[in-house]
């Protein structure tokens, strides 16, 4: 759970500078790092767009999305608009479809795939590929004996 969150928190504020009045689509929002990225949006202030299967469309509320999109039954560029943030945990053409949907200047944050340099220069936005950093020690304490 650690690593989870840790990667949901550094996609959103170290690589997206997300903050307070932004919006942000997180892909597989029923996920582990999906579902921490919607707690950690929210509680930055952020607009929430999540999407998931119907079957966890409730969940997503649940947690905090302010927007729910069942990606069976519905196409999320024809929900998402304008958003600032794009955190993708799934890739391919879903990574694809996004480009379009982030304003300029914004950003998309993929922990699955890296984002295509001519498609975020075309429109003015910036790309990360995000895989979690964590510090350990290099040696443990001694314990006292």
Do not use: C
């Not at 949901?8 to 929002?29: C, E, F, K, N, P």
């Not at 607009?47 to 409730?58: E, L």
């Not at 480009?99 to 890296?114: F, Q, W």
Request: proline share 3%; no cysteine; hydrophobic share 40%.
């Amino acid at each position: 759970m650690p690593i989870v969150a840790l990667t949901a928190w550094q996609s959103l504020i170290d690589s997206g500078r997300l903050s307070a009045g932004q919006t942000v689509l997180i892909h597989g929002g029923s996920g582990g790092v999906g579902s921490s990225a919607i707690q950690i949006a929210k509680a930055r202030g952020a607009k929430v767009i999540a999407t998931a299967s119907a079957a966890n469309q409730d969940l997503l509320k649940q947690l905090g999305a302010d927007v729910a999109i069942d990606y069976t039954q519905q196409k999320f560029e024809d929900v998402a608009k304008d958003v600032d943030v794009v955190l993708d945990s799934v890739g391919k053409d879903t990574l694809a479809r996004s480009y379009g949907l982030v304003k300029k200047g914004g950003v998309i944050v993929s922990i699955v795939a890296r984002p295509d340099k001519t498609e975020l220069d075309k429109r003015g936005i910036r790309g990360a590929v995000r895989s979690v950093r964590s510090r350990t020690p290099t040696s443990l304490p001694r314990s006292a004996s």
